[in-house]
């Protein structure tokens, strides 16, 4: 089997050899059709990298065929053959090409070339090129291409007179030749122009700014506008380098590209055009006046006429990404206040265009981008986090990796408490926009036919309804609003339940648990000197943000959306930062005991809410003491003690005409602990809860129970009961045990992570026998 494997191997070795021989052959062959050289290139991209390769540029004149070789050399990943290929296709373009080549082949190989090995052209090369690309963009022929003769019998032996290019709304073009710019036939440089701004950016982004250093080692001259840079050799002026002169013809180009997109199209296609030409316009103009100063007051004062012209119109909302880029990278240096194009573009555009998913990738990219310098210089940023999360709600799965990254940036002090409170409404967000979409689309009799005494009986007419409409509006507002918070939206809450089962709102409320842990991560970072403060700055020293979240957290928790899957999430995550918040802030124990002691006394809150009072019922034991809080007193660690003990005896309590409450073996098992814990800090307390431990036996072994539970959880009930009750058998060493101090140390912190261990160590000494368990 192996020799035959092996002799099919080296038999499509051969093959894949000659082939590979074989399809060079053809491809360099001066006979071969253009078709076929071009399904030979196409065969030997796909089977790249080939061993076989010989294929060179370096006796090649045709451009075509030079274009096809390059493309299968770049397939090879071999950097030495791109920096090759480049080489050639520079001194390609340097030359004058023979009658008949054309430059068309020989650009994309080199845009290719740039995005592989920018470092494989020399500063000569650059120069030479750089050159080329602002004659390509700025000396265009003004006049149409002629057609190709169709040879016929009728064909007419005279040629017409070439009519001049015109402007997408049909009127003749008084200017140089752009790619707005609209002809039945395009010339070979015309052709070349559109090609040449296709890969603008990249070649600009990679070289455009390389010689800066050493023309304007200040880079300051200009700032003012008073001398902008020169355009052309005249008299006794410099001639600028190659490079400052693309610059030149590239921000001329652009400016013209702008001017154009103002134009009214006639054909729908070319409207679209205008407006991913002006993007990329616009884009460029800020790479430009990043590399040149130079040029930022005239741009500024060109794009804001630009953004006044197209604010208003929603078809050009992508346009207004790059110009709030623009002003954030350079209204600082042009001294000018641009928070008016900030709040436009996050007050609008989101709350209108929310639906959008290809602009709201985009806007939630700029905002992840910008973030630090939106935090640093504009509160709009923050302060319209509402209106981002529209975005989210309505395109969670696609959002989600974005928000993760974006939301520590939008988290202080003044926003915490309203992030957390839209976090857990998300799912409900998404309902309401759905609401709204569906509303926008009615007829205007329809709007106003509900009545407004009556109850609304759909959500539809609720949404307009007197009775939900500050509901709606707080829901669906665009800026933080803490004060206009209504009361309860409960009853919005009941309303939107119908459309829980819609997907987008599912897959919405899939990501709220993600969400809530990176919140909280944000919330209770801890910086090496032990401050709690999250990386973005904001501190929590009197712990009443804190304080305020656990609060919010027991009460919230009664007042979620009707999910079922959702809810349990949400209270796993609310559960585990619920424990980790008291451990951060142990004093809270005691400052909220009536809040606590309320959502721990009530029993139905162990079952329908299972996660957060085990996780609470935990820190109390852990860390209700002195040892945290020296206000802990006796008196209320026996109310603590008090409140849960008669929550353990409901829930394990045997009546003979009920059933027995079911809950979950691992909250038995916390409050058996908590209890115990409680009674080793105030000891007379210990017999009260030896003597409910010495029953468990009892409760585990009763039909009812045994119906509920299996074997294994009732078996690690009767454990952790027989360890406790024999450690509070020795006060003192229950004290030293269960009350840990606090630690400081990682060998503390150890020592307390190994208290299953000394339980079984003083389950073994005081019983020695094995099988011993309470009756």
Request: aromatic share 8%.
């Amino acid at each position: 089997m192996a020799a035959a494997a092996a002799e099919r191997f080296l038999r499509r070795a051969r093959l894949d050899g000659e082939l590979v021989e074989l399809l060079q052959a053809v491809l360099c062959s001066p006979k071969s059709p253009e078709q076929i050289q071009v399904l030979c290139a196409a065969i030997l991209r796909e089977m790249s990298p080939c061993n076989d390769l010989i294929l060179s540029c370096d006796e090649i004149q045709d451009t075509k065929l030079l274009s096809l070789v390059s493309s299968v050399l770049l397939a090879q990943g071999n950097e030495g053959e791109v920096a090759a290929v480049g080489q050639h296709v520079v001194k390609a373009l340097e030359r004058r090409l023979p009658e008949g080549q054309s430059a068309l082949f020989l650009l994309p190989i080199l845009a290719n070339v740039l995005s592989l090995s920018p470092g494989s052209l020399t500063e000569e090369q650059i120069d030479v090129v750089s050159k080329k690309l602002a004659d390509w963009l700025r000396y265009a022929s003004i006049q149409q291409g002629m057609a190709q003769p169709s040879g016929g019998f009728f064909s007419s032996p005279r040629t017409k007179q070439p009519a001049p290019i015109t402007e997408v709304d049909g009127a003749v073009a008084t200017d140089f030749f752009t790619v707005l710019s609209v002809a039945q036939h395009y010339t070979q440089d015309q052709w070349l122009n559109v090609q040449t701004f296709s890969m603008l950016r990249n070649w600009l982004l990679c070289y455009g700014g390389k010689e800066l250093n050493t023309l304007n080692p200040g880079g300051k001259a200009g700032v003012d506008g008073s001398a902008p840079p020169p355009l052309r050799a005249a008299g006794g002026a410099r001639r600028p380098p190659p490079r400052e002169r693309l610059r030149d013809k590239a921000f001329q180009y652009c400016q013209r590209l702008v001017e154009q997109s103002s134009r009214r199209p006639l054909k729908k296609d070319d409207g679209d055009l205008q407006k991913a030409c002006l993007i990329e316009a616009v884009t460029i103009m800020d790479i430009i006046c990043k590399q040149d100063s130079s040029y930022v007051c005239r741009a500024v004062s060109f794009l804001k006429i630009l953004h006044s012209r197209i604010c208003g119109d929603a078809s050009y909302a992508r346009a207004l990404l790059p110009i709030a880029q623009f002003f954030l990278n350079h209204s600082k240096l042009a001294a000018v206040d641009s928070d008016a194009i900030y709040k436009h573009l996050f007050t609008d555009i989101p709350a209108q265009l929310f639906h959008n998913p290809s602009l709201a990738f985009e806007f939630v990219q700029f905002c992840k981008d910008n973030s630090q310098l939106f935090t640093d210089s504009s509160s709009i940023f923050r302060q319209s986090f509402p209106n981002l999360f529209k975005f989210l709600a309505w395109n969670s799965p696609p959002l989600i990796s974005e928000f993760v990254d974006l939301l520590p940036f939008l988290l202080d002090t003044d926003t915490a408490i309203e992030i957390f409170h839209l976090l857990l409404d998300l799912p409900c967000l998404t309902a309401a926009l759905d609401i709204q979409l569906r509303a926008a689309a009615l007829p205007a009799s329809e709007k106003a036919g509900a009545d407004p005494a009556g109850k609304p009986a759909t959500c539809l007419e609720a949404f307009h309804h007197p009775l939900y409409k500050s509901s709606f509006q707080y829901l669906l507002r665009t800026q933080s609003a803490p004060e206009d918070a209504p009361e309860s939206l409960v009853p919005l809450r009941q309303l939107l339940g119908s459309l829980a089962g819609s997907p987008r709102v599912v897959q919405c409320a899939e990501t709220v648990p993600v969400l809530l842990e990176l919140f909280f991560r944000v919330v209770t970072e801890l910086d090496v000197a032990g401050t709690a403060e999250t990386r973005v700055g904001f501190q929590f020293a009197d712990g009443s943000l804190i304080n305020q979240l656990v609060v919010l957290l027991l009460q919230r928790s009664d007042q979620l959306y009707e999910i079922p899957a959702f809810k349990e999430d949400v209270y796993r995550v609310l559960g585990s930062q619920l424990a980790t918040l008291c451990g951060l802030r142990p004093a809270l124990l005691v400052e909220l005991s009536t809040e606590i002691l309320e959502f721990s006394g009530a029993v139905s809150n162990i079952q329908s809410k299972e996660a957060i009072f085990t996780h609470l019922a935990w820190a109390v034991g852990e860390f209700l003491s002195v040892s945290h809080d020296k206000r802990c007193t006796v008196e209320q660690i026996t109310r603590f003690f008090e409140t849960l003990e008669a929550v353990l005896f409901e829930i394990t309590q045997l009546r003979p005409q009920a059933s027995t409450p079911s809950c979950a073996p691992r909250a038995i098992s916390v409050l058996m602990a908590t209890l115990t814990k409680l009674a080793a800090r105030s000891q007379d307390l210990i017999p009260r809860v030896s003597m409910f431990l010495s029953k468990m036996r009892t409760f585990v072994q009763s039909p009812a129970v045994t119906s509920v539970y299996c074997e294994e959880d009732l078996e690690e009930i009767l454990i952790r009961a027989t360890e406790l009750m024999n450690l509070l058998k020795m006060p003192s060493v229950a004290q030293f045990v269960l009350t840990p101090p606090v630690p400081s140390t990682q060998f503390q912190r150890e020592v307390n992570d190994s208290l299953p261990l000394a339980l079984r160590m003083v389950t073994e000494l005081l019983e020695p026998a094995p099988g011993s368990l309470p009756v």
